[in-house]
């Protein structure tokens, strides 16, 4: 089952969106023959009527995006993650700073459950707004102020970089851009069809219509 589920994920890193039907065919060539042993993989669990209803039946569910904050609250240990994965999405989080000092009040989150909330953070959104949010938070819990404020000036910081990278990669395009309308330039002055320009600078039609008038 292992080769079959890798075999399912490399077909959805490819892009696809539905799984494919992977045959998990078993070769044997042991000392007993013929091959002795049940072929149903669900057999290999302790309790295999169990296995098959949990993994034949649809899984449980938990939609945090339908729990009310005050409860998520009261989920202790993992409180913490399900209220930011609820509102991950919201331009604003301050809206819900109050419930997440509640959490870190009441001492159930502990230094693993604020990394993987770093690192979830960091894989979902703008490092930057986070940093703030997280800052803001920090103020307010005295006992996680100190690993709070690092994770909010590391999202920070991140934020930063990917601005200045962003800024490099605009600036660089927007130069090879203007290079390439000057070779265009150049081309069209030599009496080059506009169709090969086109072709060779890789601007659009219009690009060069500008160009030659």
């Not at 502990?110 to 997280?134: E, P, V």
């Not at 490099?168 to 000057?182: K, S, V, Y």
Request: glycine letters at 6%; proline letters at 4%; aromatic letters at 6%.
């Amino acid at each position: 089952m292992r080769y079959a589920i890798a075999a399912m994920q490399r077909h959805l890193d490819g892009g696809h969106t539905k799984l494919p039907l992977v045959v998990p065919m078993l070769f044997y060539h042991g000392a007993t023959t013929p091959y002795p042993w049940s072929l149903n993989w669900l057999d290999c669990f302790a309790d295999p009527q169990l296995a098959s209803e949990l993994y034949i039946s649809p899984f449980p569910l938990v939609d945090v995006t339908v729990i009310p904050d005050d409860e998520i609250v009261r989920h202790r240990r993992v409180a913490l993650l399900e209220l930011i994965q609820k509102h991950i999405r919201q331009r604003d989080l301050m809206g819900i700073v109050e419930q997440l000092t509640t959490i870190l009040l009441s001492g159930d989150a502990n230094d693993r459950q604020l990394k993987t909330l770093f690192n979830y953070l960091l894989q979902t959104g703008n490092a930057r707004r986070f940093g703030r949010f997280i800052h803001e938070v920090a103020q307010r819990v005295p006992q996680h102020r100190e690993r709070l404020m690092t994770i909010a000036e590391r999202l920070q910081e991140v934020g930063r970089r990917k601005g200045k990278r962003e800024g490099r990669l605009e600036g660089r395009q927007e130069g090879q851009h203007a290079e390439a309308l000057r070779i265009a330039q150049r081309m069209l002055a030599d009496g080059i069809a506009r169709e090969t320009v086109v072709k060779i600078t890789g601007l659009t039609a219009d690009e060069i219509a500008a160009l030659a008038h």
